[in-house]
């Protein structure tokens, strides 16, 4: 089992920066992959970025450039570090992690709008 609690969302003007963090708790060390995702209103959910436990990253086309991921695999926490925000940036993002076998585990989500 592993529970994923993130941090960091809110409202930012476009062109501005955001941090988003996820720290996992229990089986850590079983967790291969972690990411965001983001889902906005009428749309499915879609992968942001993502990164594997050896460093091997992943992004979305809508954000190479602008955001990048980093993990630290001793803590189980993943960041999201995003610049130069645009309004299509709104969603609700969610923390995703992988486990090295079966099953996969999602957080609770967190609010990011970008707009003047």
């Given at each position: 089992?592993?529970?994923?609690?993130?941090?960091?969302?809110?409202?930012?003007?476009?062109?501005?920066s955001l941090r988003l963090s996820c720290a996992a708790s229990g089986s850590i060390f079983?967790?291969?992959?972690?990411?965001?995702?983001?889902?906005?209103?009428?749309n499915t959910r879609e992968l942001v970025a993502?990164?594997?436990?050896?460093?091997?990253?992943?992004?979305?086309?809508?954000?190479?450039?602008?955001?990048?991921?980093?993990?630290?695999?001793?803590?189980?926490?993943?960041?999201?570090?995003?610049?130069?925000?645009?309004?299509?940036?709104?969603?609700?993002?969610?923390?995703?992690?992988?486990?090295?076998?079966?099953?996969?585990?999602?957080?609770?989500?967190?609010?990011?709008?970008?707009?003047?």
């Amino acid at each position: 089992q592993v529970q994923l609690v993130e941090s960091g969302g809110g409202l930012v003007q476009p062109g501005g920066s955001l941090r988003l963090s996820c720290a996992a708790s229990g089986s850590i060390f079983s967790i291969y992959a972690m990411g965001w995702y983001r889902q906005a209103p009428g749309n499915t959910r879609e992968l942001v970025a993502a990164i594997t436990s050896r460093g091997i990253r992943n992004f979305a086309d809508s954000v190479k450039g602008r955001f990048t991921i980093s993990r630290d695999n001793a803590k189980g926490t993943v960041s999201l570090q995003m610049n130069s925000l645009k309004p299509e940036d709104t969603a609700v993002y969610y923390c995703h992690a992988q486990l090295a076998g079966h099953g996969s585990y999602w957080g609770q989500g967190t609010q990011v709008t970008v707009s003047s």
